[in-house]
């Protein structure tokens, strides 16, 4: 039987992919005006394509352990096909800026849902008062 659903373990999974999406896209604007930096991203959709087209398991019956990857779910990889400026460098501070708004709205969307969760957790917990 199962106690909580996976919702809260997914938020947790989707709050440390946005923490690491943050990091990478501060690490490309601190780098802004460093000499032949290559600019990085972190990519969620190639990991999960990859490692889909690898899983050929099955699972005969509900009791079984569920079948998966203990990999955090996604990759930093490096954008080496660009160049911005003169000096090598490659990142463009008008994109990595909007990614940084978008991702912050999401960081903030998952965070208040899973202040959500746990607050109706409570609310079971104390009975409903």
Same mark, same amino acid.
């Given at each position: 039987?199962?106690?909580?659903?996976?919702?809260?373990?997914?938020?947790?999974?989707?709050? =440390?992919? $946005?923490?690491?999406? #943050?990091? /990478?896209?501060? +690490? !490309?604007?601190?780098?802004?005006?460093?000499? @032949?930096?290559?600019?990085?991203?972190?990519?969620?959709?190639?990991?999960?394509?990859?490692?889909?087209?690898?899983?050929?398991?099955?699972k005969t019956n509900?009791?079984?352990?569920?079948?998966? =990857?203990? $990999?955090?779910?996604? #990759?930093? /990889?490096?954008? +080496? !096909?660009?160049?911005?400026?003169?000096?090598? @460098?490659?990142?463009?501070?008008?994109?990595?800026?909007?990614?940084?708004?978008?991702?912050?709205?999401?960081?903030?969307?998952?965070?208040?849902?899973?202040?959500?969760?746990?607050?109706?957790?409570?609310?079971?917990?104390?009975?409903?008062?």
């Open positions: 039987m199962k106690l909580f659903s996976n919702t809260i373990t997914n938020l947790e999974n989707a709050i =440390s992919y $946005s923490t690491a999406k #943050q990091k /990478v896209i501060s +690490n !490309n604007i601190a780098n802004i005006d460093t000499p @032949n930096y290559k600019a990085q991203e972190v990519r969620f959709n190639k990991v999960l394509t990859n490692e889909l087209s690898k899983f050929d398991a099955f509900a009791k079984h352990i569920d079948f998966g =990857s203990s $990999s955090k779910g996604y #990759q930093i /990889v490096t954008r +080496n !096909n660009t160049n911005y400026q003169h000096n090598g @460098n490659n990142v463009d501070i008008d994109q990595e800026m909007t990614e940084m708004a978008k991702n912050q709205i999401q960081y903030n969307a998952l965070i208040d849902r899973l202040s959500s969760k746990y607050n109706s957790l409570k609310t079971v917990i104390k009975g409903g008062n």
